[in-house]
């Protein structure tokens, strides 16, 4: 089985033996991230190829070689930067996140939470690493499913919940998971983060869903999810991180408390979305 990730504007690309054997279309040509980031200017299909290329070389991704624990940040308030200051500081227990070769991972480890997360985008599906899984357990960390490196997180939740975690924060991608996930939380007693990522491209009917389910949404190049979203708190204006929820808005302030450089706090009607900012065709 090959490895599966949709990444820049949603381009399908396929990983196998540390290869990239296969680059989709992408659904979104220009992202002001990917220009900060990477001077992108458009989102080619070649310039997705080279991007995956540099996330095998440079971190082993979908390799033998992955490097697992970092505490350098790629952005200032992604999810795994904003579950690393939680659990950092005490605000969190675990989390549930999916890595590439070994799928689900529950970990309560700030560096390896970060490092797993820090490059990810939307992995859709992996197959097991036994390197992987086994750097990611000498880390103090759990692979809920080692023979098939399956993504899933209520399981994951649940297994969090039988090691006797209740604080967890859980990413999820798509509004049934997490739909499930808050019908889970009363059941297990537990106090759940869910934080929504990899929203491109979701009807309009999903994002209504996944805004009802989630404590803080990625809005990454959503439509739907900026027009839809009533946030208590926004960070960033081209792809804004929404806390929906108090307990959301709590997290994104542990994030605040870490950031070393200068941050401007204000009142006003959100959501703030400056044309000139946001990703060319919005889906």
């Not at 979701?202 to 959503?222: M, N, T």
């Amino acid at each position: 089985m090959p490895h599966i990730m949709e990444m820049m504007g949603k381009a399908r690309v396929v990983v196998k033996d540390g290869k990239v054997v296969e680059v989709g279309a992408p659904e979104v040509e220009w992202c002001p991230l990917f220009v900060k980031l990477r001077g992108v200017q458009k989102m080619t299909q070649d310039e997705i190829r080279k991007n995956m290329e540099s996330r095998i070389t440079e971190l082993g991704m979908f390799t033998e070689k992955r490097k697992l624990e970092f505490e350098t940040t790629v952005v200032a308030f992604g999810a795994s930067e904003i579950m690393m200051s939680g659990l950092n500081n005490g605000f969190l227990e675990t989390t549930v996140t999916a890595c590439d070769g070994a799928g689900t991972v529950i970990s309560d480890n700030p560096a390896l939470v970060q490092g797993i997360g820090g490059r990810m985008s939307g992995l859709i599906e992996t197959e097991p690493i036994d390197a992987v899984i086994k750097g990611i357990e000498e880390r103090g960390g759990t692979v809920l499913e080692p023979s098939n490196a399956a993504i899933n997180p209520v399981g994951g939740v649940r297994k969090a919940a039988e090691l006797g975690y209740r604080k967890i924060a859980v990413t999820v991608a798509d509004p049934k998971t997490a739909k499930s996930l808050r019908k889970l939380e009363p059941e297990l007693e537990l106090d759940l983060i869910i934080i929504a990522v990899h929203v491109t491209g979701l009807s309009r009917e999903e994002a209504q869903d996944i805004l009802k389910s989630s404590d803080i949404v990625i809005s990454c190049a959503s439509r739907h999810i900026r027009e839809l979203a009533d946030p208590l708190v926004q960070v960033a204006a081209a792809i804004p991180l929404f806390a929906l929820t108090q307990k959301g808005k709590e997290l994104v302030i542990e994030r605040a408390k870490d950031i070393q450089s200068p941050i401007l706090i204000n009142t006003m009607k959100l959501p703030v979305l400056p044309a000139h900012k946001q990703p060319k065709n919005l889906i």
